[in-house]
């Protein structure tokens, strides 16, 4: 079983539209949750992170986290082309051990 | 401020030849790492740091050294290279917080062919 599970994809929605990406985790230690945009030929970029249950907002992002599912997820509002990119879904304890999922491609269409 | 800096951005090998990945970091972090990303598999953990002088092994480190002289720096030694090294190597930094937790921060990448 993997540490992270994340929604393959590829994600296509029109510009405007409320985007919904999607991650599953199987450790219930103590938690640090991430999210992480890569644009093409690009590194990952922080997006977002939180420690706790419930939602954290910044601008068209919110991350969701709720742990008595071990579900994360990242929702982003008014989608618009230059959303579109990887995303990329990780947690990781205090130590260093950080497990990333897959990622997620997605585009926003014009 | 130019946060993680990787050089070169790309690179072909032959099998056998060496080379080395080059990072820099100018957030002052004590803990660096290095990262391999392959299509469909995610980035694993090839070697950290924690420190100047103080290095350990990841989930993948076989074929590959390093060496943490400076805060700074944090470069990525193959030796031999092999087909299997082709991907795109990210380098990243981080400082912890109070708690130990704290996101990682990575540079645009090296994407190294070896043929």
């Known amino acids: 079983q993997k540490e992270v599970e994340q929604d393959p994809g590829p994600l296509s929605v029109p510009e405007g539209a409320i985007v919904s990406l999607n991650c599953t985790y199987s450790?219930?230690?103590?938690?640090?949750f991430m999210w992480y945009r890569q644009y093409s030929r690009k590194g990952p970029e922080l997006l977002m992170y939180?420690?706790?249950?419930g939602n954290k907002e910044d601008g068209r992002f919110t991350a969701q986290v709720d742990k008595s599912s071990k579900y994360i997820s990242l929702f982003i509002r008014d989608s618009q082309p230059s959303d579109s990119a990887t995303y990329l879904c990780?947690?990781?304890?205090?130590?260093?051990?950080?497990?990333f999922g897959t990622g997620t491609s997605l585009t926003v269409i014009p | 401020n130019a946060g993680v800096t990787q050089t070169p951005k790309f690179r072909i090998l032959k099998i056998g030849q060496s080379m080395t990945l080059q990072c820099a970091q100018d957030?002052?972090?004590?803990?660096m790492y290095w990262y391999r990303q392959d299509p469909g598999m995610g980035l694993k953990l090839i070697y950290y740091?924690?420190?100047?002088?103080?290095?350990d092994k990841g989930e993948v480190p076989n074929g590959y050294n390093v060496s943490r002289s400076t805060t700074e720096d944090f470069p990525l030694r193959l030796e031999l290279a092999a087909p299997s090294q082709t991907s795109v190597y990210f380098c990243?930094?981080?400082?912890?917080?109070?708690?130990?937790?704290?996101?990682?921060?990575f540079g645009n990448g090296t994407r190294l062919t070896v043929t």
């Open positions: 939180t420690y706790s249950s």
């Open positions: 990243a930094s981080r400082q912890p917080g109070a708690g130990g937790a704290s996101p990682l921060h």
């Open positions: 450790n219930s230690a103590f938690q640090y």
């Open positions: 990780a947690r990781s304890n205090t130590g260093n051990q950080f497990y």
């Open positions: 957030m002052n972090h004590n803990y």
């Open positions: 740091s924690v420190g100047a002088g103080i290095t």
